[in-house]
């Protein structure tokens, strides 16, 4: 079973910066790509950014040139910079990991966390 946790989620003026933190844990044998997703009130989950594991990304038109997701994958560890904050930012942010428990031929799974709360308000 493959956990996920995030982190960083805070309270921030317009403008400024946050880094978000997403770990995984568990049986993992291998991650094919982390993402980060964000649901606001009322509205729909929609992409982020995500990573694969050999360093592509995509980038939500609504954040290109302000957000950045990298990932360390000696610690099983996703970021996102987040640069220049919009109070339309204001979201629960999530974290999604997919790729292969256990062993090569294990099962593949599909992880969620539950969330890191980022409000952007004067």
């Known amino acids: 079973q493959v956990q996920v946790k995030e982190s960083g989620g805070d309270l921030v003026e317009p403008g400024e910066s946050l880094t978000l933190s997403c770990a995984a844990s568990g049986t993992i044998y291998t991650i094919h790509s982390m993402g980060w997703y964000r649901q606001a009130p009322g509205k729909e989950r929609e992409l982020v950014a995500f990573?694969?594991?050999?360093?592509?990304?995509v980038y939500a038109d609504s954040v290109k040139g302000r957000f950045t997701i990298s990932r360390d994958n000696s610690e099983n560890t996703a970021y996102l910079q987040m640069s220049t904050l919009k109070p339309e930012d204001t979201a629960v942010y999530l974290c999604?990991?997919?790729?292969?428990?256990?062993?090569?031929?294990?099962?593949?799974?599909?992880?969620w966390g539950q969330g890191t709360q980022v409000t952007v308000s004067s």
């Open positions: 999604n990991t997919k790729g292969r428990a256990t062993s090569p031929s294990g099962p593949a799974y599909d992880s």
């Open positions: 990573i694969t594991s050999t360093g592509n990304t």
